[in-house]
């Protein structure tokens, strides 16, 4: 019973350990995004608590904790206002950002599997869910701001990373050593997503052909006429 209660003491902490480093994600893409202080609260707000809202809303198992624990909504606004009144270097942002963004995928892909184990789920599910979690915030930040999430490809491993962080903490739990679980995922996840940033690796993109429909071929069009080429010709 200590063991679980451990566990979920830990597990709580990582959470909001996640929820202030995603809403300080958001606010710094707020800052790219020229945005005013109530977009900076929004958006970070949105990122640090969406992945979270979106794993507990699956699980069924109660009301949200962004919801019901105040703790939550705080850490969310409170990493917002961080990232709006400090001033940095560029060069400085893009090491924070790429550290923040890997210990993101960590906290909560290990969150993610630990609660849905909880909930008496299997190991796929568990997978699922904490992939879900890691990168279900950072998405609809993108989305709400009319960006294609990273998630779905034009930046070095994200999901991937989140992927394989949550099947670790599920196979440590299944050995009975969770705890080994979430110092391994996290570690791993700062890790393996900074060697991804440094050395670019990629999943490889689709096959270079497009289908011949209509419809696809009127979506080109319009592609083509809200994105104009850039190199001065008609």
């Not at 909001?16 to 809403?23: K, P």
């Not at 707020?30 to 640090?48: H, I």
């Not at 879900?132 to 993108?142: E, I, M, N, Y």
């Not at 050395?199 to 419809?215: D, K, V």
Request: aromatic content about 8%; glycine content about 12%.
């Amino acid at each position: 019973m200590a063991a679980i209660e451990t566990i979920t003491q830990v597990t709580r902490y990582l959470d909001l350990a996640g929820v202030f480093a995603c809403a300080m994600l958001g606010g710094a893409i707020a800052r790219v995004e020229r945005l005013d202080l109530f977009g900076f609260l929004v958006v970070g707000s949105v990122s640090g608590l969406g992945g979270g809202v979106i794993r507990d809303t699956l699980l069924q198992h109660g009301t949200p904790v962004a919801l019901t624990d105040y703790a939550y909504l705080t850490t969310a606004l409170a990493g917002a206002l961080l990232s709006f009144v400090i001033s940095i270097s560029e060069s400085a942002w893009d090491k924070l950002f790429t550290a923040l963004d890997a210990a993101v995928i960590g906290f909560w892909a290990v969150t993610g599997a630990q609660k849905t184990l909880a909930a008496g789920l299997g190991w796929l599910p568990a997978i699922l869910l904490g992939t879900t979690s890691a990168v279900g915030g950072g998405a609809l930040r993108d989305i709400l701001l009319r960006r294609v999430p990273a998630v779905f490809g034009g930046t070095p491993l994200y999901g991937t990373v989140a992927a394989a962080v949550a099947a670790t903490m599920v196979i440590c739990t299944d050995l009975g050593v969770p705890l080994v679980g979430i110092v391994v995922g996290v570690v791993g996840a700062l890790l393996f997503r900074v060697a991804a940033v440094r050395f670019g690796w990629n999943l490889p993109n689709g096959l270079e052909w497009q289908p011949h429909s209509r419809l696809a071929s009127a979506w080109r069009n319009r592609r083509q006429r809200r994105n104009p080429p850039q190199d001065g010709t008609s």
